[in-house]
């Protein structure tokens, strides 16, 4: 007793000194003697262990609360949070305040109604517990900043970007048909021929199957054969054809304005065959395929190769498969016949169901559409990567053929039938800033049948500045009823075998017509009456300066060598 006695005077005087009291001693009943600070420091640890483990915290990043108390107090903070509203997905994140924080409930789709706050004061604790919260209110506001999860964003993001890249191919898709409809044109579907459609090619190897370098000459063998049994299949069926009859259909009705004005001339010509013209058109070619081999002639585009010809560029190259014949048309050298021929011959153009036998019964605006002839141009759009070599076997088997003019009376041909005559479409697109910028007129009619009433009509002059206008073919090509004939039929890539001239057209009709075996099915229709001829020339070039012909020369002698026009002297001098 006095032992114990002493040490718990021990613990008093200790007390009384403004001390603690040794942990160890003990009292009279046995256990700790603690004095009364002690045990107030021992029951707040235990209160602030107790808001640690009981205090509010945010659920699913909506709400957070702060304080709490011991053990009695963790129930009554559980009861709340199950009691609370549902957690606001759309929320913003809210500045975190040890003291006041605020919830908001969203009404709709990414955004938030204000609501009244709901307010969360802190009970009052020591300073460790409060940073504690502190930090733990703002790691639950970074996480519950985002409306959205990261799965709904990611969603999201990627339906506006496929929504972005479809829009984009759309624009494309629609720039690139626009551009190749302009410059293929409308599609051919009236060839009886076994190359209308490119089913054969289908069983060729691909490329990943064999070697590039192999692929031509497997190729080639291929079409050769299958060109090859069509042609054959096509001579027969041509045997077959009804033979037509060559005046069933007399003369036909003149409805177009230069066949209305000009007319017909039914006079017959003497055209028969003679060792003189087999050695003629034997000559013809001969110049021709000399001039290209000879390297101190040059001319633009000369030394390129067929490879390197724009596919644009060859719209001028009509086939007929059923005959084996290509014809390259040149506007104002008997074109329009040219192409009634092609048409009888390859059957592309139906009447009532049956194909046109005489030539002069096919309307003239059939004639000059597009989507009547099968042309080089269109092959690609058919065959893909093989219509080169289709077209280089074409060039290799069938019969190719143009016809020339005098370089100058073509031009005057041209200028005769789009200028002198009533042509709306050439009125607006040529005569008018023809008019405008070489005749000084700034307000000119609407229509050109105005114009001529009112006597503006573009001058021969007018038509030569505008060729020798270095301006003209920067803003686009020549129109090809004054385009070279070089550029349009391309002689130096192309080795034609029939070279035929508009100054002896009849000859020359007659005899290719029997070359390509079709003499019994047609006959080729005459020509027009008071047609431009070659001793016009003085009159028409005879108000054109000397400098202004020189130019035109330079500009067409191409034309004139290639194809053994003389060289007009007595238009170059004084």
Known sequence: MALAGGRGGGARRAQARGGRAPLGLRGPSGGRDFSREEEREAGLRRRGRGRRRGGLRRVRGSRVGGGGGGGGRRGAAGKRLRELPAPCCDRAAAPASPEIFTSARGTKRGECRRTEPQIFRAHSMSPGPREHSARSLHEAEVRGASCRGPTSTARMAKARLFRLWLVLGSVFMILLIIVYWDNVG??????????????????????????????????DEFLEKLLSGGAKQNVLSGKKMEQPSLLASGRPVLSNVEERIRGYDWSTHGAQQSPDLDRRQAERRSVLRELCANAS?????????????????????????????????????????????????????????????????????????????????????????????????????????????????????????????????????????????????TSLPASVSEAFSAGLKVSFANFIQYLLDPHTEKLAPFNEHWRQVHRLCHPCQIDYDFVGKLETLDQDAAQLLRLLKVDKLLHFPPSYRNRTASSWEDD?????????????????????????YPKPENLLRD
Not at 307 to 319: K, Q, R
Not at 404 to 426: C, G, H, Q, W, Y
Request: hydrophobic letters at 40%; charged letters at 25%; proline letters at 6%.
């Open 186 to 219: 409308t599609a051919h579907f009236y060839l009886h021929t076994s190359f209308s459609r490119p089913h054969p090619l289908e069983g060729l190897p691909t490329a990943g199957q064999r070697e590039e370098k192999e692929l031509p000459a497997d190729m």
């Open 297 to 441: 002639f040059v001319f633009p585009t000369k030394e390129r190769s067929f490879d390197d010809i724009p596919n644009y560029e060859l719209n001028h190259l009509i086939v007929d498969d059923r005959h084996g014949v290509i014809y390259c048309y040149v506007p104002k050298v008997a074109c329009t016949n040219w192409k009634r021929v092609m048409i009888v011959l390859s059957e592309s153009l139906l009447d009532q169901g049956a194909p046109y036998r005489d030539p002069l019964d096919i309307p003239r605006e059939y004639v000059h559409n597009s989507s009547t002839h099968l042309t080089f141009n269109k092959f690609w759009r058919r065959y893909g990567r093989f219509s080169r070599h289709l077209m280089k076997i074409k060039l290799k088997k069938y019969t190719k053929f143009l016809f020339v003019r005098d370089p100058f009376v073509r031009l005057i041909s041209a200028f005769r039938s789009k200028f002198e005559l009533e042509n709306e479409e050439f009125y607006r697109k040529f005569a008018v800033p023809m008019l405008k910028m070489y005749s000084n007129h």
């Open 540 to 564: 028409w070039f005879a108000k054109i300066p000397l400098a202004w012909r020189q130019q035109l020369y330079k500009l067409y002698e191409a034309d004139f060598v290639l194809f053994g």
